[in-house]
DNA sequence: TTGAAAGCGCTAACAG
DNA sequence: CTGTTAGCGCTTTCAA
């Protein structure tokens, strides 16, 4: 049993052969014999030969790797996008390391100096929802260290060692509310996340344009801002309950949020989608699954990964790409479907 | 603008030290007087220095950080068990990298040999469900690689170099079995994955089990081999439909077949609990969505990596710790409350 | 076509 | 308390 991991200099040794050799032969470079190339091969194969990648980047001063820094990765999404990463990053030679700022500046801050200290060539990264200060990104730019954002940019950062990618959630909100005026709802109302998260500020103003573009004025009483979650939709709906006229749908910024509100209003007797339709975003995986399935908007996130990727190659090759803002996909179910 | 990221002789030289002076100032060495610690720590503050890790690990011959590989994140579980995988490396001062097998053998062995060039001193590991040929597992074990199996163990792979955390699968069905006798069900079907997992041969043999230990014995008919998906639990639905004597429960081996099923029995007027109850397996998010809410096993995903990396430590400490099973947990919910 | 030599940036004896 | 020295394993000129 061979403790110590086979070196190249361990190889050149047995064969009698220089350590700059056998690094060409394994490099398959030009300049070496066909028959000194398939001896090195043959030894490295039988010792299990695995070449030091931290020697090598050390050396060539480049190591391969891709940083990647997500909020969390629990739901839907973000796993979906560190697939597409990973995926697209496989593609183009890259290995990735990835990190959790778990929603949290400083375990955001102390990651970016991880990555940055492993020497990355270039970080991808999602921002933690409750960073306020960004002296930590300001940090990775004056190492020079090139930066992708995506879906969660932070607003105001662009240079030219850094671009993003994001979702057009206006647009997918917008769409979602037309959808519902084409299925003659009138009365529709939204359940709003907070806005300091701007996605939700897109959301909401997707709402109301897409209302006025058909001539409609949103009432604000339908307008209800809560917790992003299935008792915060419950909640809502009991207030929708609470109206002098009832809401005949509901577009919902997130999907569990609907699925709570749509819960509370079916057990109120009202009939989905005939007496109330309803529109999540998120395209989670249990829209299929709730009973009607849901309509709801899909975000790309394996999209937004690949994206991601792609741009982070192009800042690495000294290119400037111009951010990229993916366009959301409407599915529509049979909570909106009113025959 | 700095063009270069500032090194540990820069420092040095600026300030009038050598490099282990500067070296050992870092890190806190208790050998240098506070004063020059102060002009160090103030100076590598200044430039914004970040110590290069690949150097230091060469040098080392550690890196401080850990391989993970796992089949996929998307989902509900994986993502889990990475982020308790994060978690307690965190906590314990490793770096962790991650990449995905896809399933696939090819891809899984390419990426244990990624792992082991960049030097992870150790891997944690849940095995593709396409593997057959285990011999990159065995490459792994000859580079005295250490390595931790979670959820899907490589069975007869046990060495002092290597252990395992698995969930306790037959207990888990045995348990939400025992839940529907209780309940009072007598003629308890089962839905049963391809045997081909070993998880799906021992939820079976729970099912089983349970059954006998109560003094029942199981009625073959009411075994039902299908795809783990909502289709799959639809089409065994059909076929309980078509029986001379219906089930009063329903144990489906995972979540989403479950829940195929029991939106099928539920439009056939069956009333769930009263009429049919359903378990189905792995706690998905969805199952508090569902009407009424799915009873499940959960699968403790994140004490599994935990586990998981606490078991790595111990190895890398030069313990040899023993396979650990842990205990999943049912979570009754509306599903099977007959009140 | 191959080898010798230098060095990536850091750490850890060993001396002073 | 600080400096000198010697590499970690690899790649890459430059020279043969």
Redesign the pocket.
Known sequence: MSQ?RA???DL?RTL????????????DH????P??KARVRQLADELG????Q???A????RTNTLGVLVPHIRGHFFPLVVHGIATEAARLGFNVMMCQSNEDVDQERRNLDLLMNTQVEGILVSVANTTQDTAHFEEVRRQGVPLVFFDRVLEGFGNEQSSAVSIDDYQGAFEAVSHLLAQGCRRIAHLNGPATLSIHRHRHQGYLDALQAQGFTADPALTITIDMTQAGGAAAAAQLLALPALPDAVFASTDVAAVGAMQVLKKHGLRVPQDVAFVGFSNEVFTTLTEPALTSVDQRGEQMGRTAVQLLHQLLQGETPVPIVLQPELLVRDSTLRG
Chains 1, 2 share one sequence.
């Open positions: 110590r070196s190249l200099a050149a009698g052969l220089s350590a700059s050799t056998v690094s060409r032969a394994l490099a030009k300049d070496v014999s028959a000194t030969y695995q070449p030091n931290l020697a090598a050390l050396r060539r001063g």
